[in-house]
């Protein structure tokens, strides 16, 4: 786990570039505190700061490989692990070819050399990696399926660089020419979606290699992304009498999963909220470390916390158990660091205890398991019994239903049924763009003055849905989730608040070898008997305690709504608002007017709010560098 920055210069100048990836590099000493280095030929330059997690003494980066009649053809950065290199150090030895280290990051190189850019297909980790072949003068850049590790790239006429994080691209931006001038598109996307999508980021010229994508280019030339992963959820069948080979299928994926997670040279703790995903991971990985460590987070406000809950848990699986408690001034102080290590914002409150909870796991572990991914890949979120609830619908005629929809609209904000007739009138394209529902578009141009309607959230979502017409309704759900909500908020906050702390998260759920069972899996058995993954839970009654097989979705709950309307954070909101330097991008009296609503409980804005108090800060920070993050230079022991 580290941050990496490579450059493919155009005119084969690296070397006057050198002193500008230097300065860049402290940018993100975070994800690597153990260990930097720079290397640079004509056309190439590569930066590295290191984590280290396998082969502690070796394995250093920029990494150098070649074979025997040249030893030192590729160079090599890579953000990440590969749970399966000693499976693939045993298959590439058996092809002749050599190591120099016992690290993963090898692994990467040498089957690049054997395979070529199909090396992306044998890897079973989470990655971002670039590789140049002197020989060949091309580079080759890839991110892992799901999109777990990020990739930041920038291209001006000096050439491409990539970066783990984007605040190296800003840092190097003079020396690049870089245009920084934001994207207004991108910016109502975020607004709308409380994310900024795939591959977009808030500045206009700095955009982001996609999940599940690689890029090949020679100097001089454009990044064009090449897609290798391509879910398809082809469901089987299963017959009533097989249902239970599945469920053992599902228990026996993740097992394999967690204990190639295990592996490390430093500890490994896990993250436990409660839930049924959490502590599945948790129940697992104690079978290989029996002095497991678990970590929660919890509010003072009774109704949100999950500390009981996750210590009953704790006490069930028989590990020892943190607990950090957040206060709401603990909270309003850290934003400003949390939106500065995440590069452009993501409006989830929840990051804020993950900021904590991750703090505190890194005085104990350099490395926590998590439960991400389970509810995308096996069918976990309320909303995928919509289709079921919304089914009558699907039998009335036409002109019926244009007449419910036009109804729906016109009914006041709040009114029993107006969201019911909205949703079971309008088709799934519509209606469904995963867990960020906040602004409805009257809303979003309440705020945004400027906003275009084909900028909204369909711009974004289409041609998701183009590539899922033959999936059944819930799988063409969990399809975009995949590919907006999991990696535009879940992925980025478990990378990048958990790096804030070099602390390496790593999700097994989110493994290739448990998505190749997981999208199977018919309908049937992820919606059923009235509850959601059902065939999650009945895999996992094998594994975890029976109380927490039927819990509702944890996760770390925050009291917003009840903070901007009272003492704790109405009084922070109205000031951030007040000072923001934001007046051609929001309008600023709306925007109070509707804190004014929330606090009087006209209606609840705190998604919306929180949207929007998110980019204000973000943009305090990087652009009008009016507020000053407080970014501390921790040190952090190497081996723990």
């Given at each position: 786990?580290?941050?990496?920055?490579?450059?493919?210069?155009?005119?084969?100048?690296?070397?006057?570039?050198?002193d500008?990836?230097?300065?860049?590099?402290?940018?993100?000493?975070?994800?690597?505190?153990?260990?930097?280095?720079?290397?640079?030929?004509?056309?190439?330059?590569?930066?590295f700061?290191?984590?280290?997690?396998?082969?502690?003494?070796?394995?250093?980066?920029?990494?150098?490989?070649?074979?025997?009649?040249?030893?030192?053809?590729?160079?090599?950065?890579?953000?990440?692990?590969?749970?399966?290199?000693?499976?693939?150090?045993?298959?590439?030895?058996?092809?002749?070819?050599?190591?120099?280290?016992?690290?993963?990051?090898?692994?990467?190189?040498?089957?690049?050399?054997?395979?070529?850019?199909?090396?992306?297909?044998?890897?079973?980790?989470?990655?971002?990696?670039?590789?140049?072949?002197?020989?060949?003068?091309?580079?080759?850049?890839?991110?892992?399926?799901?999109?777990?590790?990020?990739?930041?790239?920038?291209?001006?006429?000096?050439?491409?660089?990539?970066?783990?994080?984007?605040?190296?691209?800003?840092?190097?931006?003079?020396?690049?020419?870089?245009?920084?001038?934001?994207?207004?598109?991108?910016?109502?996307?975020?607004?709308?979606?409380?994310?900024?999508?795939?591959?977009?980021?808030?500045?206009?010229?700095?955009?982001?290699?996609?999940?599940?994508?690689?890029?090949?280019?020679?100097?001089?030339?454009?990044?064009?992304?090449?897609?290798?992963?391509?879910?398809?959820?082809?469901?089987?069948?299963?017959?009533?009498?097989?249902?239970?080979?599945?469920f053992?299928?599902?228990?026996?994926?993740?097992?394999?999963?967690?204990?190639?997670?295990?592996?490390?040279?430093?500890?490994?703790?896990?993250?436990?909220s409660?839930?049924?995903?959490?502590?599945a991971?948790?129940?697992?990985?104690?079978?290989?470390?029996?002095?497991?460590?678990?970590?929660?987070?919890?509010?003072?406000?009774?109704?949100?916390?999950?500390?009981?809950?996750?210590?009953?848990?704790?006490?069930?699986?028989?590990?020892?158990?943190?607990?950090?408690?957040?206060?709401p001034?603990?909270y309003?102080?850290?934003?400003?660091?949390?939106?500065?290590?995440?590069?452009?914002?993501?409006?989830?409150?929840?990051?804020?205890?993950?900021?904590?909870?991750?703090?505190?796991?890194?005085?104990?572990?350099?490395?926590?398991?998590?439960?991400?991914?389970?509810d995308?890949?096996?069918?976990?979120?309320?909303?995928?019994?919509?289709?079921?609830?919304?089914?009558?619908?699907?039998?009335?005629?036409?002109?019926?239903?244009?007449?419910?929809?036009?109804?729906?609209?016109?009914?006041?904000?709040?009114?029993?049924?107006k969201?019911?007739?909205?949703r079971?009138?309008?088709?799934?394209?519509?209606?469904?763009?995963?867990?960020?529902?906040?602004?409805?578009?009257?809303?979003?141009?309440?705020?945004l003055?400027?906003?275009?309607?084909?900028?909204?959230?369909?711009?974004?979502?289409?041609?998701?849905?183009?590539?899922?017409?033959?999936?059944?309704?819930?799988?063409?759900?969990?399809?975009?989730?995949?590919?907006?909500?999991?990696?535009?908020?879940?992925?980025?906050?478990?990378?990048?608040?958990?790096?804030?702390?070099?602390?390496?998260?790593?999700?097994?759920?989110?493994?290739?070898?448990?998505?190749?069972?997981?999208?199977?899996?018919?309908?049937?058995?992820?919606?059923?008997?009235?509850?959601?993954?059902?065939?999650l839970?009945?895999?996992?009654?094998?594994?975890?305690?029976?109380?927490?097989?039927?819990?509702?979705?944890?996760g770390?709950?925050?009291?917003?709504?009840?903070?901007?309307?009272?003492?704790?954070?109405?009084?922070?909101?109205?000031?951030?608002?007040?000072?923001?330097?934001?007046?051609?991008?929001?309008?600023?009296?709306?925007?109070?007017?509707?804190?004014?609503?929330?606090?009087?409980?006209?209606?609840?804005?705190?998604?919306?709010?929180?949207?929007v108090?998110?980019?204000?800060?973000?943009?305090?920070?990087?652009?009008?560098?009016?507020?000053?993050?407080?970014?501390?230079?921790?040190?952090?022991?190497?081996?723990?």
């Open positions: 786990m580290c941050g990496l920055l490579a450059m493919l210069t155009s005119t084969s100048n690296a070397s006057e570039f050198a500008a990836a230097e300065r860049a590099l402290p940018c993100f000493y975070h994800r690597g505190p153990d260990a930097a280095g720079t290397w640079h030929d004509e056309d190439a330059l590569f930066g700061n290191r984590l280290a997690i396998i082969d502690l003494e070796h394995s250093h980066q920029p990494l150098r490989w070649g074979p025997a009649e040249n030893p030192e053809r590729y160079a090599l950065t890579f953000n990440g692990e590969i749970y399966n290199y000693v499976e693939l150090r045993e298959e590439l030895t058996a092809a002749g070819l050599d190591f120099n280290t016992g690290g993963d990051s090898e692994t990467i190189v040498v089957g690049y050399h054997h395979w070529g850019p199909e090396v992306v297909k044998h890897l079973r980790g989470m990655f971002a990696f670039v590789i140049w072949d002197t020989e060949t003068r091309t580079m080759f850049a890839a991110r892992d399926q799901f999109g777990i590790k990020p990739l930041y790239y920038a291209t001006t006429e000096s050439g491409t660089v990539f970066s783990s994080e984007k605040k190296a691209l800003l840092k190097m931006a003079p020396q690049l020419g870089l245009d920084l001038s934001l994207d207004r598109r991108a910016i109502e996307h975020y607004v709308d979606l409380q994310y900024v999508p795939e591959p977009e980021s808030l500045h206009s010229s700095i955009r982001r290699l996609e999940s599940g994508c690689t890029a090949t280019l020679t100097p001089g030339g454009q990044v064009e992304a090449q897609r290798y992963f391509n879910p398809q959820f082809n469901v089987l069948p299963v017959p009533k009498d097989k249902e239970e080979e599945l053992t299928k599902i228990a026996g994926a993740l097992e394999d999963s967690v204990a190639k997670h295990m592996r490390a040279d430093v500890t490994v703790g896990s993250f436990l409660g839930g049924i995903d959490s502590t991971i948790a129940t697992l990985a104690k079978r290989h470390n029996p002095n497991l460590l678990t970590f929660t987070t919890g509010f003072e406000r009774e109704g949100y916390s999950e500390v009981d809950v996750a210590a009953e848990s704790a006490e069930a699986i028989g590990v020892e158990h943190i607990v950090k408690v957040v206060s001034e603990e309003a102080d850290a934003i400003p660091k949390i939106m500065w290590y995440l590069d452009d914002p993501v409006a989830d409150p929840s990051l804020v205890p993950l900021f904590f909870v991750a703090q505190e796991a890194r005085k104990h572990v350099k490395v926590v398991l998590s439960g991400e991914g389970a995308e890949l096996f069918g976990g979120y309320t909303i995928y019994k919509e289709p079921l609830s919304l089914a009558p619908f699907e039998k009335m005629p036409d002109p019926l239903l244009k007449g419910l929809n036009k109804l729906g609209r016109i009914l006041p904000e709040g009114m029993k049924g969201s019911l007739l909205e079971g009138t309008s088709p799934m394209e519509t209606r469904y763009y995963g867990n960020a529902r906040s602004f409805n578009y009257d809303q979003l141009r309440r705020v003055p400027w906003a275009k309607p084909e900028w909204d959230h369909r711009e974004v979502t289409a041609p998701i849905y183009a590539r899922s017409q033959d999936m059944d309704p819930v799988a063409r759900m969990q399809h975009l989730d995949l590919f907006t909500w999991m990696r535009g908020d879940i992925l980025v906050k478990a990378d990048k608040i958990n790096m804030a702390h070099s602390l390496e998260l790593r999700v097994p759920f989110l493994d290739k070898e448990v998505f190749a069972v997981a999208e199977t899996i018919p309908a049937d058995l992820k919606i059923s008997h009235g509850t959601t993954k059902y065939a839970r009945k895999a996992m009654e094998r594994i975890v305690p029976p109380h927490v097989l039927n819990r509702k979705k944890l770390f709950p925050v009291p917003m709504r009840h903070w901007l309307a009272g003492d704790e954070l109405y009084g922070w909101a109205e000031e951030t608002i007040r000072e923001s330097l934001t007046d051609e991008i929001f309008n600023k009296p709306e925007v109070l007017e509707m804190l004014r609503e929330h606090r009087d409980g006209v209606s609840d804005h705190s998604r919306r709010l929180w949207t108090l998110a980019f204000m800060i973000w943009h305090g920070v990087f652009v009008e560098q009016r507020i000053d993050p407080g970014i501390e230079h921790r040190e952090y022991p190497v081996d723990l």
